[in-house]
């Protein structure tokens, strides 16, 4: 089942788009080191285990001990990309922080199926709380991808980044709204479309919600800004300031849970630089089992539940 608000032709998961761009990056990079607890097929690994069988390590389910024979790999001098889904990769949160992080080491952290995109599996797969694991931690990046041709750009961006990073993965597939031949630049947010009245802040796929829930509010009389956060830490103040100023409003939307992600970051980053109105669209709950776009209606991250908001929020100042 779609979104049928969705306009689009195309469907990627980032998932997919993820173990290609590893793949290939593996045959640039001899120093790449894929490793994964026992969800190879998931993160579409299973090239890289067929062409690389020395250059692939399955740790199985014991995510604690593949975080720290990352860290081993990465003192070795190899670039170390680990992956399983972002719930798992919150149960070796302890050896994150303190054998990569604290010693500050290059190791890509796929977490994959984050937020409600696992959505079958039911609330104890479903990654609501992994955003705000990492980006408390000192010297984690923590980058999520728009869609597809993101992904592409992100992880060789990430390879070739200094320190620990993670990288958040989607299951569903989801439109792709942005080209492969933008530029992508670690830190930087993306202006999808110009607006006066309001700016909508999406990271992941709810950034192609948003541009939909513009046009449709573009129809109600309102012109929204749309901008894209795939790099949640650094965080683009620069950016989200400056069109904040532009439209006096801000909304954002996240498929994680409403404190410590996208709606963190940017209240943070506005408190301490433009204070304007704002509203967080985000999970107020753990997950359930269900069908993917009725899940995300009933949480309200959806086009339409976009759209209610910033109509309320409009109409009241």
């Known amino acids: 089942m779609s979104d049928p608000a969705l306009k689009t032709d195309q469907l990627v998961a980032t998932r997919q788009a993820f173990?290609?761009?590893?793949?290939?990056?593996?045959?640039?990079?001899?120093?790449?080191?894929?490793?994964?607890?026992?969800?190879?097929?998931?993160?579409?690994?299973?090239?890289?285990?067929?062409?690389?069988?020395?250059?692939?390590?399955?740790?199985?389910?014991?995510?604690?001990?593949?975080?720290?024979?990352?860290?081993?790999?990465?003192?070795?001098?190899?670039?170390?990309?680990?992956?399983?889904?972002?719930?798992?990769?919150?149960?070796?949160?302890?050896?994150?922080?303190?054998?990569?992080?604290?010693?500050?080491?290059?190791?890509?952290l796929v977490g994959s199926h984050g937020g409600v995109s696992n959505a079958m599996d039911g609330?104890?797969?479903?990654?609501?709380?992994?955003?705000?694991?990492?980006?408390?931690?000192?010297?984690?990046?923590?980058?999520?991808?728009?869609?597809?041709?993101?992904?592409?750009?992100?992880?060789?961006?990430?390879?070739?980044?200094?320190?620990?990073?993670?990288?958040?993965?989607?299951?569903?597939?989801?439109?792709?709204?942005?080209?492969?031949?933008?530029?992508?630049?670690?830190?930087?947010a993306r202006v999808l479309r110009a607006g006066s009245d309001v700016t909508i802040i999406g990271t992941g796929p709810q950034s192609a919600f948003a541009l939909q829930a513009a046009e449709q509010l573009q129809d109600k009389g309102i012109s929204a800004e749309v901008v894209s956060v795939h790099t949640l830490q650094p965080f683009d103040v620069a950016t989200v300031a400056k069109s904040a100023a532009k439209t006096g409003r801000v909304v954002t939307v996240e498929d994680h849970n409403i404190n410590g992600g996208l709606g963190s970051a940017v209240a943070e980053a506005l408190s301490e630089n433009e204070p304007t109105p704002l509203r967080r669209i985000g999970v107020r709950q753990f997950g359930?089992?269900?069908?993917?776009?009725?899940?995300?209606?009933?949480?309200?991250?959806?086009?339409?539940?976009?759209?209610?908001?910033?109509?309320?929020?409009?109409?009241?100042?």
């Open 19 to 108: 173990g290609e761009a590893l793949f290939e990056c593996m045959k640039e990079r001899e120093e790449v080191i894929a490793l994964t607890a026992d969800l190879g097929e998931s993160l579409r690994m299973l090239t890289i285990r067929d062409e690389m069988p020395e250059r692939f390590l399955d740790t199985g389910v014991a995510e604690a001990n593949m975080a720290g024979i990352a860290a081993g790999l990465a003192l070795g001098g190899y670039v170390p990309v680990a992956g399983t889904f972002g719930i798992f990769l919150t149960r070796a949160f302890d050896h994150i922080r303190l054998q990569v992080c604290q010693n500050n080491l290059h190791v890509v």
């Open 123 to 188: 609330g104890s797969a479903h990654a609501l709380e992994d955003l705000a694991y990492m980006r408390a931690l000192p010297n984690m990046m923590v980058l999520f991808p728009a869609d597809a041709n993101e992904m592409k750009q992100a992880l060789p961006a990430a390879v070739n980044a200094k320190g620990p990073v993670y990288l958040r993965l989607y299951r569903e597939p989801t439109p792709v709204i942005t080209s492969a031949s933008e530029v992508f630049e670690i830190g930087k």
């Open 288 to 317: 359930e089992s269900g069908e993917y776009y009725e899940l995300i209606a009933k949480l309200g991250i959806d086009t339409a539940g976009i759209v209610r908001v910033v109509k309320d929020f409009v109409a009241e100042l």
